[in-house]
């Protein structure tokens, strides 16, 4: 991606958007805000890929519904009639689950991510999540357990069969979320749960970009040094919630959380859904792991960026522990 003053421009316009959903406190400067980041988003969608324009106006399409039906349900709450405040709550949360991607209203982002580039992927599957949220936060949260199960069994499942590495970070995504819901009455915990795995898909972003790898067979003929390779593979085992790196701790949380609620079966849900999810991840990390030792002499040469990296994941674990522990 090019850093031309355009996109800089967007970049801060879409963090405005974000703030001013964030401070709100009337639901039509919220709707505003939600506006402001999808504007701010689509033309940062557009790239060489002839694909882009049509993920750009699916895109557009989607969230576009999304909004009608949240601008819909501020009016039914305008008209104050206290018998359609159910209808209301479900309408509202609705429209958040589809903005956000979460299922049973995920396929659009299966079908929006594969042109994108790797930039604007990280963007849409991390910081593009928390308007919504702040949104579902405010809206009741009982009509979330189906949407929450649906999520973590449908992405778990449906990724074992992927090979593209951008489809996979989307069912990842949509795996999170899930995560991200059943946390969402602690506005803390979310937020906390939403800064590490932006964090996560940053270092895993920053690892595919370098090593140009779009699919799971890329890895196995790279010619990049130990370094990156072990960055890719500490970054993907991180997403995958592998102890004692930083994803882990994030299930830990929401682990957590359902057992001080008395949440079994959600609980029992995500124990098992989080093997599936480690399943992929670790298929991916042993094909790449393939040719560890069919190394070039002058791969030895590192880069200090790329140790850095490396190191980052396991530098924020003990960071996390102690700030989880003061929750």
Known sequence: MN?????ILLANTMMIGVIMVNCSNNWISMWMGL??????????MQNENLLSSEAMIKYFIVQSIASTMF?????????????MTGLNEIIMTTSMLIKLGSAPFHSWVIMVVEPLGIFPLTTMLTIMKLPPMIVMHHVSTKFLTIPILLGMIISSVACLNQTSIRKTLGYSSIYNMSLMMII??????????????TLMMILLAKSISTMKINYINQMISN???NWISMTLWLNMLSMAGFPPLMGFFMKLMVMQKAINENQTLMLFILIVTSMLVLLFYMRMTFTSMMTFNSFKKWMFLTNPLNQFLFVLNILTTPILCSSMINL
Do not use: C, H
Request: charged share 10%.
């Open 71 to 83: 601008l819909f349900s501020i009016t039914i709450m305008l008209v104050g009639d206290s018998m």
């Open 35 to 44: 506006e402001l980041v999808l504007m701010s988003f689509i033309p940062m």
């Open 3 to 7: 850093f031309n003053s355009t996109k």
């Open 223 to 225: 010619n990049f040094n």
């Open 184 to 197: 969402l009455p602690s506005f803390i915990e979310t937020v906390l749960f939403l800064s590490i795995y």
